[in-house]
């Protein structure tokens, strides 16, 4: 990281006896873009919340630009801000909206209107300037949101569930569009969503937070190819688990003894004792019963969903444990639902995590 | 043709009370302002021809005087009770926890339970000539006693009841304003004291207005107040028109100073009331 503009350490906030936030620490390089990530409750709007100066931390400092602004009202801040329903002023026109910053922060006079003509070329609006929120589709309303945020120049911009007020289609649109603005400015953003698809294409890092705590901070591909806790493989995309029991020395590649018998696994910090494994379902394949593979599980085929461009196909291994694999569908014969098949997978695709409540 | 619903059929029972009730009286007194009136008698002249003697005479400066007065004092109540009231709203809306806002809630409407005499009377009682607090009036610097001592009671009067009309009605307007406004002002820059203004008083000003409507209403048309606490010094239209029926039976000048009283504050409750419509149209409603 050459020069962090973002850095919060040990931040913890409490409301009444639990804490929302819990010692969580992470830092932002110029121009980036992080994605704070997790369901619902787990504290990434009240760290949001914090960085903009609504909240006030009970622990820990943040800096922005290396000054510490824990303490600081939120006009004290350069920090931009996108809302979930965009918060555009209703009472005001467009131009009065983007201006209103700029007033505030000292912009002369002369520059204002240029700047927000350039804006709105930059969020590709050119000439709404008199145009009322209200005669703005959402889509609109939020790229006017972003250039009221930008137009200021602030060194961080905060982005609130920016795209889950709009449609499906939209949303998909739009997302492209926001990372396009956001290099234009090579700003520094956060943005807070729960939709793990909108963080893995918006953002250059995701933060995944679960219960206040920060569970891992990895890019897009390594939190879904590398998780690190049951939670992160969880709550980004889909998996099989099995559980069983490691037992090998050091970080030798070892086996987990499980009910369908071992299966072998790679090199890893995980210690021995119960462990969860995680394949996910396009790592697992149905295989001829002598190919190639390095594990090999007897199952038998239960259903088949077609999802698109794949086919789902569940299948339930010998102890019970429904699993899914995915298959292109391109035409390929496929088991039918009661066949008995062979699924395999690699040790490098089999990802070893501590079982819940072990110590990681 | 569509057959006249049942919303439209059930205005029936209200019209047909509200015409009979409200407006024949209406025409009558409209009558009984045109009629000549003759001392010792109760009522105008039946025989005499119609005149616009009684109109005329309000136009002379004594009668002038009054209305005046009646509008003054009670834009004073009012303001004084937008100038109060709206931060009594912003804290129960914005900062009050569940508990405190339902006493604060409670409280307000509370008092609009309490007969206006009795809290009049408290209030004279208090801060009038011979009450306690009588130094009150001296923060103004003006003697309880003295004609702007009476004018000071009435607004407190006054007061007393609008504060709680206008905290109560602004509530329902702050409610409606979202929270959200005030922090997006807050990241642009803007200081507490500019997003109050900027943002959460520009979009509260129809409902500021409405408030304002509300609690003037209620102030040009009170009778009770400038009546207790007045002590002759603020009269209003309302008690002029009371004794006029009342004490000297002059019912054609009651009935005028009534008409004219009632076009005055319908032309501007309805200017009012278009400010409001137009300042909606103007936020893009």
């Known amino acids: 990281m050459i020069q962090s503009v973002l850095d919060l350490q040990h931040v913890t906030k409490r409301f009444g006896d639990t804490a929302a936030v819990d010692n969580v620490t992470f830092e932002v390089a110029r121009g980036e873009i992080v994605a704070l990530l997790g369901p619902s409750g787990c504290g990434k709007t009240t760290t949001l919340r914090m960085i903009a100066g609504f909240e006030q931390p009970d622990e820990g400092r943040i800096f922005i630009s290396g000054v510490d602004v824990a303490r600081k009202a939120p006009y004290e801040r350069n920090v931009g801000l996108v809302f979930q329903d965009y918060a555009l002023f209703p009472h005001m026109s467009v131009a009065q909206n983007i201006a209103f910053g700029m007033k505030n922060r000292g912009v002369p006079a002369r520059d204002i209107a240029p700047r927000i003509a350039r804006v709105l070329e930059q969020v590709r609006l050119p000439g709404i300037e008199g145009r009322r929120p209200s005669q703005l589709s959402g889509g609109q309303q939020q790229r006017v949101a972003l250039a009221r945020a930008l137009v200021t120049r602030p060194d961080v911009m905060l982005l609130d569930e920016p795209l889950s007020n709009l449609d499906a289609k939209l949303r998909l649109e739009l997302r492209h569009e926001i990372r396009a603005i956001l290099a234009t400015f090579d700003c520094t953003s956060i943005i807070v969503t729960h939709d793990q698809e909108e963080a893995m294409g918006l953002a250059d890092r995701i933060v995944l937070m679960n219960k206040g705590r920060i569970e891992q901070v990895d890019t897009p591909v390594g939190l879904y190819q590398r998780p690190q806790t049951l939670f992160a493989a969880d709550f980004i995309g889909h998996a099989n688990w099995i559980s069983g029991t490691l037992a090998r020395r050091a970080a030798e590649a070892g086996v987990v003894e499980t009910k369908v018998g071992g299966i072998a696994v790679a090199p890893g910090a995980v210690a021995d004792g119960p462990v969860t494994l995680c394949i996910r379902p396009e790592r697992l394949a149905i295989v001829a019963a002598d190919a190639p593979a390095d594990t090999r599980l007897a199952a038998v085929v239960e259903r088949l969903d077609p999802v698109g461009a794949d086919l789902r196909i569940w299948s339930r291994l010998g102890d019970g444990t429904l699993v899914q694999s995915l298959e292109k569908n391109v035409g390929r014969a496929l088991p039918a639902p009661g066949v008995g098949v062979t699924l395999g997978f690699k040790v490098a695709d089999c990802i070893v995590l501590p079982a819940d409540g072990a110590a990681r | 043709m569509r057959r006249p619903s049942l919303s439209t059929a059930l205005l029936w029972p209200a019209l047909l009370v509200m015409v009979p009730l409200l407006l024949g009286p209406l025409l009558l007194l409209a009558h009984e302002s045109l009629k000549p009136f003759v001392g010792g008698r109760i009522g105008g002249d039946e025989s005499g021809a119609l005149t616009l003697q009684n109109y005329a005479q309000i136009a002379d400066p004594q009668y002038v005087r009054y209305f005046l007065d009646t509008f003054r004092v009670g834009l004073l109540a009012t303001a004084f009770a937008l100038v109060l009231g709206f931060p009594v709203a912003h804290f129960i809306v914005r900062r009050a926890g569940p508990t405190m806002r339902r006493l604060m809630v409670g409280g307000l409407v509370g008092t609009l339970f309490l007969s206006i ?169």
């Open chain 2, 117 to 285: 005499i009795v809290r009049v009377y408290a209030i004279a009682m208090t801060f009038g000539p011979h009450g306690p607090l009588s130094d009150f009036s001296r923060l103004f610097g003006i003697s309880a006693s003295s004609p702007d001592g009476a004018e000071l009671m009435v607004v407190l009067g006054l007061l007393n009841s609008t504060l709680p009309l206008v905290a109560l009605t602004l509530i329902g307007t702050l409610q409606n304003i979202n929270p959200r406004l005030e922090d997006a002002a807050l990241s642009l820059g803007a200081p507490r004291w500019k997003t109050f203004f900027q943002i959460t008083v520009a979009m509260s000003l129809p409902g500021i207005l409405s408030a304002a409507i509300i609690a003037y209403a209620f102030c040009i048309s009170n009778l009770v107040v400038p009546m207790l606490v007045g002590r002759g010094f603020i009269v209003f239209v309302s008690n002029l028109i009371y004794f006029r029926f009342s004490e000297v039976a002059n019912f054609p000048s009651g009935a005028a100073l009534s008409m004219v009283m009632m076009v005055i504050s319908v032309a501007l409750f309805y200017g009012l009331l278009s400010l409001v419509r137009s300042h909606w149209q103007e936020a893009g409603k």
